[in-house]
């Protein structure tokens, strides 16, 4: 196997024998060529909208979804990721019937296999392939992005929001990943070309959300325990969260968020259900221990998952792009309404939380919340008291070296205002860094996807203060990145013009130096120091 996706992938530069995340290379086998049929579907659908056909929701569907299930953390299912390999071989040989010029598509999108064959067929199809290394880099790149995109686009899906646009887009540049007549310079293009997809991928979820949900808003969100049981709900799918709070109304059980479903609570459509009680635990990564002491069923809507423990492995479920070999798989398309009773049966035996915190934090600040507070920022900006604002959105993760965010947190002026959104922020939303005039100085928009929030926020900031550039507002952007979706909102902060951001705790190991180069030259992205050198970097002291 050789997979280097993922910040976290072997020695910085690949895992080669068993993903750190615990993927098996029989797994990682089946993931490259999950996608890789589906740049082959997707090089069939492309000439087909050249040919002016349609193609079916379904079929976007189907390869998002191929997609996601391939990101970090998703899906370690090997059957369910084989299940998928077949489908989307046979939608495309139904499709590829329907193309009147088959010379215009590429050999591999021809590609046609029997389950046999799937494993000697992933042997040449893996990232290693390319063996230029900077198309391979640039071609990962593109890839990673869209599966990115894709986790954002199945979220808008699930809430009967498609755009059509999204989808063509996302198939055009999985197949020209396929296509060897594109130079570095095409791929670079196409690589900033994504991004800008990838700002209306994140723009088509927040309308999703916000139209079905309302807008995000100040809420204080419980951190202990009650005294019912409980389900736990993970991930980042919230028609899963609604579905599972309908179900358990009036059952006597409550439900809990953790990780990147906390954000749920900002939002005003589940504050009716009375048992939403609270998160429970941290980031992705310390789920061996919160899960165990949790006590009860957890769902798991999407990544990431962690390889689980034999103590709870039976109460861990998986729906939608998520799967584990011996977790129960609840299943249900998009538009259907998915049956949770299994879960819910098994949390009434199980004994209530065990408590490992106490106390509330606070977020809710999406786009809506804080342009509602505009005058009061911006005010506060006019008159020195917010002298910077510090972009701190992405990922958590295992690593030591994660720690230097809690750390430049800490160490941040108390004149500076972070603003954040994914799991990143648990590095330090319980830190009580305090406020600046009623404003809190961690602003948490919501999940990943709500980057996009803090884009719109900084446009409209630029707007008020009557810039030229986004680049001139008093915003450092310091980003914590570890999966395929951070790649994505990388990408669509790129395309927004946006200049000098910091990406840690190490750069992707997919960027060949003449990738990392070109990255550096244009859009000056860098690494991190030591929190005393970008103290000393951002605001000149150390
Ligand atoms: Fe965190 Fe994992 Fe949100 Fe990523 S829970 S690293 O999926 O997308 O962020
Ligand atoms: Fe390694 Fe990350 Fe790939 Fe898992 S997803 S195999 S940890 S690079």
Redesign the pocket.
């Known amino acids: 196997?050789f997979?280097?996706?993922?910040q976290?992938?072997?020695g910085c530069k690949?895992?080669t024998r068993v993903?750190?995340?615990g993927?098996t290379p029989d797994v990682?086998a089946m993931q490259d060529l999950l996608v890789f049929v589906s740049k082959g579907l997707s090089a069939v659908t492309t000439q087909l909208r050249k040919e002016e056909r349609p193609v079916s929701k379904e079929v976007n569907h189907l390869i998002t979804l191929n997609l996601f299930v391939t990101i970090?953390?998703a899906n370690f299912d090997r059957e369910a990721i084989v299940a998928r390999i077949k489908e989307t071989l046979s939608v495309k040989k139904e499709l590829l019937e329907k193309v009147k010029n088959k010379k215009a598509l590429p050999a591999d999108a021809l590609w046609e296999g029997e389950e046999s064959g799937f494993m000697e067929k992933a042997a040449e199809v893996g990232v290693l392939s390319t063996e230029n290394e900077d198309l391979r880099s640039l071609r990962e790149l593109i890839t990673y992005g869209l599966k990115g995109l894709s986790a954002y686009s199945k979220h808008a899906n699930a809430l009967l929001e498609d755009n059509e646009a999204v989808d063509a887009f996302l198939q055009r540049a999985l197949a020209a990943t396929l296509d060897d007549s594109l130079s570095a310079d095409d791929l670079v293009a196409l690589t900033l070309e994504t991004g800008k997809y990838g700002v209306e991928g994140m723009a088509l979820l927040d309308q999703a959300n916000t139209g079905a949900y309302g807008n995000p808003e100040i809420t204080k969100v419980k951190i202990g325990v009650g005294k019912n049981p409980g389900i736990l709900v993970s991930g980042h799918d919230l028609r899963d969260l609604e579905m599972l709070l309908e179900q358990t109304q009036g059952t006597g059980v409550d439900v809990y968020t953790h990780s990147e479903m906390l954000p749920a609570h900002y939002y005003p459509a589940f504050k009716k259900y009375p048992n939403f009680y609270g998160n429970y635990g941290n980031a992705w990564w310390k789920q061996k221990e919160e899960f165990e002491s949790f006590q009860g069923p957890i769902l798991m809507t999407t990544n990431c998952i962690v390889p689980p423990k034999d103590s709870y492995k039976d109460r861990m479920f998986t729906t939608g792009a998520a799967g584990y070999p011996g977790c129960k798989h609840i299943p249900g398309e998009i538009g259907e309404k998915k049956d949770f009773s299994e879960i819910i049966e098994l949390a009434k035996t199980c004994p209530a939380p065990i408590e490992i915190e106490q106390g509330e934090i606070i977020g809710g600040f999406a786009h809506h919340q804080v342009l509602a507070l505009a005058d009061q920022v911006v005010e506060a900006v006019k008159s020195g008291a917010i002298k910077k604002f510090v972009v701190m959105a992405g990922c958590d993760g295992r690593a030591k070296s994660r720690e230097y965010y809690t750390e430049f947190a800490k160490a941040l002026p108390k004149d500076t205002v972070i603003l954040t959104a994914g799991c990143a922020k648990y590095k330090y939303n319980k830190l009580e860094l305090g406020d600046i005039g009623g404003i809190p100085r961690v602003l948490d928009a919501g999940q990943c996807n709500d980057s996009y929030s803090l884009a719109v926020i900084a446009l409209k900031l630029k707007e008020v203060f009557g810039l030229e550039n986004i680049n001139e507002l008093p915003i450092i952007y310091n980003i914590a990145w570890y999966?395929q979706k951070a790649v994505i909102v990388l990408l669509s902060l790129l395309y927004l013009g946006v200049k000098n951001i910091h990406l840690g705790p190490t750069l992707p190991a997919f960027l060949s130096p003449n990738v990392a180069k070109v990255l550096v030259e244009n859009f000056g992205i860098s690494g991190i120091g030591t929190v005393e050198e970008d103290m000393a970097l951002f605001f000149g002291e150390a």
């Open positions: 196997m997979c280097y996706q993922c976290e992938t072997a690949g895992c993903g750190v995340c993927k990682a970090t953390n999966e």
